[in-house]
């Protein structure tokens, strides 16, 4: 009797060990309902020959267009603003022209004091650089959300630029702060 009771004890004690890790698991994994997270597997690549719509906040309307523009002999990256009330910064124009311009990088802040723009032609530099594009819109009440997009930039075999879209990431939250990389609520 002594022996059928320490084993059933010991298997409450390692199912309930097990049902304790599989919540505290759950809850790290679960996707946030107030965040959109778009990873895309494979990544999407794009070249000159090719553009891309992304409705960033899923309403129906597209928010952001990437292209490749003819600049002389090469093509140069752009991410522009396919509606007027979306916007996009990642604060620097050109990464080695001027060294003290803030690039976004993981972790960093996404909110209203960053430089916002309608349109932004990557520059020449930063291949291979981890920088993401900090994404902004503004409802028609005035409200901001935010969100970043993780492009990587590397030069295709004809001297062109290929843009990697690894993921995207959009906050439902009215006037909510995130940062660069975050997926889910603090």
């Known amino acids: 009797m002594k022996t059928k009771t320490k084993s059933v004890g010991s298997t409450l004690i390692l199912v309930l060990s097990c049902l304790i890790i599989a919540c505290c698991e759950n809850k790290h994994n679960e996707s946030d309902p107030n965040f959109i997270v ?12 090719n553009q891309m719509l992304i409705d960033i906040d899923k309403d129906g309307t597209d928010d952001l267009k990437i292209f490749q523009q003819p600049i002389s002999s090469h093509y140069e990256p752009v991410f ?40 932004l032609t990557w520059m020449s530099g930063g291949e291979g650089i981890k920088v993401f594009l900090a994404l902004k819109k503004e409802d028609k009440d005035g409200n901001l ?20 879209i ?16 975050q997926e889910r609520g603090e």
Not at 81 to 96: K, V, W
Not at 166 to 181: H, M, P, S, T, W
């Open 166 to 181: 690894d993921k995207y990431v959009f906050c439902k939250l009215k006037n909510y702060e995130i940062k660069a990389g």
């Open 80 to 119: 522009v603003s396919a509606d007027s009330l979306f916007q996009i910064s990642n604060e620097h124009y050109n990464i080695y022209n001027d060294p003290s311009l803030k690039l976004i990088s993981e972790g960093d802040s996404i909110n209203t004091n960053l430089t916002w723009l309608n349109q």
């Open 38 to 49: 778009e990873d895309f597997e494979p990544d999407l690549v794009i070249t000159s020959d």
């Open 145 to 164: 959300y935010f969100g970043w997009l993780l492009p990587m930039i590397k030069y295709s075999e004809s001297s062109n630029f290929e843009i990697i």
